[in-house]
Each structure stands twice: as structure tokens, then as C-alpha cells.
């Protein structure tokens, strides 16, 4: 693994303040619940039973294939067996794509014209809400995945209190000009493989961060495709590593900012 860090050090006394989970879910069956509020479908999964971290909880924000895919509610649970509430909304209405759709040929850029930011924003926005307003919470971590990637830095601004602490792993179409708006601390895991979020793109992302003096870190995995925070082989060593290091690494990030 290749890994580039803007703040080093993190030792001792940093693992002991992290909610450790004992391991990144890849099979089994989703324990989490999905619950309508407010007209969006929200995938809820809770703390084991004696959870005590009443102050912090994670928005999960999906890559296109949304809640529906089994590999993110496995990985939206092991977040939660770290004492972490996760709220994942369905950002798609209803409208994620299959998990078969590309090998079968979907016109995808058809069909992010349905899915832009002035219809995903408010989505975030009313999970943001219900996170702080009727859940209690008074710290929200954001995690996000391909397309969900980009919406974790989107909401990490001075103009309004979205996510406090933010995790992101091969962003697609994240824009220089929206990672110029981050306020808050950022941690990125990348994949050396993945040619949404390619060298060229880590190298923008990192040197505006750095300019403006932005606390960040940034990991890049070796053997890494596209997906790998969620979806990976596991029986290839290279990426197995990528997703569970990526796991443990939104893991400490949380649990030292907002700890």
C-alpha cells in the first residue's frame, strides 16, 4: 500500500479513542431496517445492544447501485458494530441502478441526468435534518462511495452545518470547485487501478486541500480497482487489504476528530 498522510502520528493514544468493529462485513445477511421518513427510504443500522456513543452518527452515502445492494447494507452494519448509528437514504427515489445493469449496457449517462445534484442534494440535506432533529445526534461523520463520494465534500462547507467529519473513497465526478469548499476534516482512500479517481485527480484534490491549509488525508491503495471500499474479489489478497485498510482507516479518522 502506497499511503501519503497530511497529518501523522496518529499512535496509542489515538486507537484507544476508536469505536474498533472486530471485522469489515463481505457475506452474510444485512441485520440493518429500512424506514420511511419523510418520502425517502433510509436504510438504519444501530449499535449492538449497549451501544453508548449517543453524540455521533454516520450518514452513508451510496455509490449508483444505492440501498438495495447487499454489499452496502454488510458494510453500512459493520460501521454500526463499531458503536456508530448509520443512516444510508436512498439518494435515487427508487431509481438506483441494478447491480447487473452494466454488464448488461445501461446508458449511464442518461441516466445521471436524473440524478444531479439539485435532486440529491436535498435528499442529504433532509437526512442531515433528521440525523440532527429527530435522531438527536449533535455529530454527523459522512462516508461515501463512488457517486456518493462526491457528496460527502458537498456537504462539508461554511454555508450551512452538514457533516462535521468527512470519509471518502473512489469519488467519480468530484469537481476541484467542490473540494475547494471544504471546511472540515476529509480523509480519501483511492484505488491505484481506478480510473475515476486517477492520479491526476488525487494530485488537484490533495494540492487544493493542502492550500488551503485543510486538515486531510489521503491513502492510496496498490491493486485497487474502482469499488473497492465496498465491492471487491476477496479471494485476491490486493484487494481484500484495500477494503478492509479503507474500513479501518474512516474508522480512526472519526473516531479521532470526533472523539
Given at each position: 500500500?502506497?499511503?501519503?498522510?497530511?497529518?501523522?502520528?496518529?499512535?496509542?493514544?489515538?486507537?484507544a479513542?476508536?469505536h474498533?468493529?472486530?471485522?469489515?462485513?463481505?457475506d452474510?445477511?444485512?441485520?440493518?431496517?429500512?424506514?420511511?421518513?419523510?418520502?425517502?427510504?433510509?436504510?438504519?443500522?444501530?449499535?449492538?445492544?449497549?451501544?453508548?456513543?449517543?453524540?455521533?452518527?454516520?450518514?452513508?452515502?451510496?455509490?449508483?447501485f444505492?440501498?438495495?445492494?447487499?454489499?452496502?447494507?454488510?458494510?453500512?452494519?459493520?460501521?454500526?458494530?463499531?458503536?456508530?448509528?448509520?443512516i444510508?437514504?436512498?439518494?435515487?427515489?427508487?431509481?438506483?441502478?441494478?447491480?447487473?445493469?452494466?454488464?448488461s449496457?445501461?446508458?449511464?449517462?442518461?441516466?445521471?441526468?436524473?440524478?444531479?445534484?439539485?435532486?440529491?442534494?436535498p435528499?442529504?440535506?433532509?437526512?442531515?435534518t433528521?440525523?440532527?432533529?429527530?435522531?438527536?445526534?449533535?455529530?454527523?461523520?459522512?462516508v461515501?462511495?463512488?457517486?456518493?463520494?462526491?457528496?460527502?465534500?458537498?456537504?462539508?462547507?461554511?454555508?450551512?452545518?452538514?457533516?462535521?467529519v468527512?470519509f471518502i473513497?473512489?469519488?467519480?465526478?468530484?469537481?476541484?470547485?467542490?473540494?475547494?469548499?471544504?471546511?472540515?476534516?476529509?480523509?480519501?482512500?483511492?484505488?491505484e487501478?481506478?480510473?475515476s479517481?486517477?492520479?491526476?485527480?488525487?494530485?488537484?484534490?490533495?494540492a487544493?486541500?493542502?492550500?488551503?491549509?485543510?486538515?486531510?488525508e489521503?491513502?492510496l491503495?496498490?491493486?485497487?480497482?474502482?469499488?473497492?471500499?465496498v465491492?471487491?474479489?476477496?479471494?485476491?489478497?490486493?484487494?481484500?487489504?484495500a477494503?478492509?485498510?479503507?474500513?479501518?482507516?474512516?474508522?480512526?479518522w472519526?473516531g479521532?476528530?470526533?472523539?
Open positions: 500500500m502506497l499511503t501519503r498522510f497530511a497529518l501523522l502520528g496518529l499512535a496509542a493514544s489515538v486507537v479513542k476508536v474498533w468493529a472486530p471485522t469489515v462485513k463481505n452474510g445477511e444485512p441485520v440493518g431496517q429500512i424506514k420511511n421518513i419523510n418520502g425517502t427510504q433510509i436504510y438504519h443500522s444501530f449499535p449492538p445492544s449497549g451501544g453508548s456513543n449517543s453524540t455521533t452518527a454516520i450518514l452513508y452515502l451510496t455509490d449508483i444505492g440501498i438495495p445492494n447487499p454489499q452496502a447494507k454488510l458494510l453500512a452494519d459493520s460501521l454500526a458494530a463499531a458503536d456508530y448509528t448509520v444510508m437514504p436512498d439518494l435515487f427515489k427508487n431509481d438506483s441502478v441494478p447491480l447487473d445493469a452494466i454488464e449496457g445501461l446508458n449511464l449517462t442518461e441516466w445521471l441526468t436524473r440524478h444531479g445534484a439539485t435532486e440529491v442534494d435528499i442529504i440535506e433532509d437526512s442531515i433528521y440525523i440532527r432533529n429527530t435522531l438527536g445526534f449533535s455529530n454527523i461523520a459522512g461515501g462511495y463512488c457517486f456518493g463520494g462526491r457528496y460527502v465534500p458537498r456537504h462539508m462547507t461554511n454555508a450551512s452545518r452538514g457533516i462535521d468527512g473513497a473512489h469519488p467519480s465526478n468530484l469537481l476541484p470547485s467542490e473540494i475547494e469548499a471544504v471546511a472540515n476534516p476529509l480523509s480519501i482512500a483511492a484505488g487501478l481506478d480510473a479517481y486517477n492520479a491526476t485527480h488525487r494530485s488537484v484534490a490533495e487544493i486541500l493542502q492550500r488551503n491549509n485543510l486538515t486531510f489521503a491513502s491503495y496498490s491493486g485497487a480497482p474502482h469499488g473497492f471500499g465491492k471487491v474479489d476477496w479471494s485476491v489478497g490486493e484487494q481484500r487489504y477494503k478492509t485498510a479503507a474500513f479501518y482507516q474512516a474508522l480512526q472519526f479521532f476528530w470526533l472523539a
